[in-house]
């Protein structure tokens, strides 16, 4: 849909645009100046840039009542996101060590793991033989199928474009292209897309880590399918997300609440991530369960640094019993949600995609181990639910043939 379709409703997006815009030039100057992780400093200053841009061209559209809201988010992402994180990537295959996350190296070192041994996993004994300082590296904190995005390194050694981080970004815009093209034709869609690239919180992550952006897009991607109706396809979407990381397991937990065909939605939905598992339990049974059984309940021999001042980490950390009261007040969540779904099932994708929102928030606040990042997850569902049709649509929709305009 045209952004001159409806002259009120363009320019009160481009009211918000601006603000969004000019508040994350602000956030990225901040982060150039305060950061104490190094990837951060960079990404701030030329993401700063970034946005100032942004902020300009959104005065000029408002000025000149120009079209083109979605053209500008696909390239403010290239300059907040994709130029950092391409800037970063080459310093570091320059040599700078500081240039990326820990993600980004566990998900490296399990894809050459995946190469040579046929597992990305590392099992106890060989953990427990590392240094005490590096051991937290010789964990991959995933599931099996996020170290593919280590194999362009494995296979091709040491560049800029073999970085974990550029087949990231690769992988989430091209999911991304294809969940936009299955919301309705609405000014919305620009505000999805919006929050799932262009906002701080994921354009910093994919620049300096980036593991969660494609996880995010093939959740959206599921969403983007159950507003049609195609539970099927939801199924493959969300799997395939569930065969990267646990965070996409609730939102596969939450959609089969709404699937019309759940056989056929589990199917993919819970067999892609059971079926990604296979190899890695059958090649070596203690690597996996090492890394994807024991840290994950932190029973490993080390422990992740994940330590944003959320609630669930106050908790934890300052109150006697703090672990305990933070894990009561979890499962709690969870359990309140568990009844919320069975004694109201969400009766589309948006209202799943509103369950996920709040699900995820009140899970990454309480968590007594958790990153600020992780804020993206429920950020998106949010914004993602207002674009989603209603149960009525669902019924109605038809396939559309091409991506909504800007």
């Known amino acids: 849909m045209p952004d001159t379709a409806d002259p009120a409703r363009s320019r009160e997006g481009l009211a918000v645009d601006l603000g969004l815009y000019a508040l994350s030039a602000i956030f990225a100057l901040i982060t150039a100046l ?7 400093r960079p990404w701030g200053w030329l993401a700063s840039a970034g946005y100032a841009l942004a902020t300009l061209a959104v005065l000029a559209q408002l000025a000149t009542r120009a079209a083109g809201r979605m053209a500008l988010t696909v390239v403010t992402w290239g300059t907040t996101a ?3 994180l391409v800037v970063e ?10 240039r990326a996350q820990e993600e980004v190296v566990v998900v490296e070192h399990g894809g050459d793991r995946l190469l040579h041994t046929g597992t990305p996993y590392l099992p106890h004994d060989a953990i427990a033989a590392l240094p005490a300082d590096e051991r937290l590296l ?6 099996p199928g996020m170290a593919l995005f280590g194999l362009p390194r494995a296979v091709f050694g040491v560049g800029w474009w073999t970085d974990a981080r550029v087949w990231f970004a690769v992988a989430t815009g091209l999911v991304l292209a294809l969940a936009l093209r299955q919301l309705p034709a609405r000014p919305r869609t620009v505000r999805a897309l919006q929050v799932a690239t262009v906002l701080p919180v994921c354009a910093l992550t994919l620049a300096v880590g980036g593991d969660d952006l494609p996880v995010l897009a093939l959740c959206l991607l599921a969403l983007g399918y159950a507003g049609r109706g195609r539970y099927g396809a939801a199924g493959v979407a969300v799997g395939l997300a569930g065969a990267l990381k646990l965070f996409a397991w609730p939102v596969a937990l939450v959609l089969l609440f709404a699937a019309r065909d759940r056989r056929r939605y589990a199917l993919g939905a819970f067999g892609l991530p059971v079926l990604a598992l296979v190899p890695a339990f059958l090649v070596d049974p203690d690597a996996a369960v090492e890394n994807v059984i024991r840290f994950p309940l932190g029973r490993g021999l080390a422990h992740s640094t994940a330590a944003s001042p959320f609630p669930g980490h106050l908790i934890a950390d300052g109150l006697p019993g703090g672990p305990a009261i933070a894990a009561a007040l979890l499962v709690a969540a969870g359990v309140a949600i568990g009844v919320w779904l069975i004694r109201r ?18 899970a990454t606040l309480l968590m007594p181990a958790t990153r600020f990042g992780y804020l993206l997850y429920p950020a998106a569902y949010a914004v993602w639910a207002t674009a989603l049709p ?3 649509a669902v019924r109605t929709a038809r396939p559309r043939s091409a991506m909504p305009s800007g």
């Open 34 to 40: 305060t950061a104490t992780l190094p990837p951060h």
């Open 82 to 84: 994709l130029l950092p």
């Open 345 to 362: 099932p969400p009766e589309s994708a948006r209202a799943v995609a509103i369950v996920c929102a709040v699900g995820l928030l009140t």
């Open 390 to 392: 209603t149960a009525v």
């Open 89 to 98: 990537a080459a310093q570091r295959a320059a040599g700078r060590t500081d």
């Open 138 to 143: 010789g964990y991959l904190p995933y599931q």
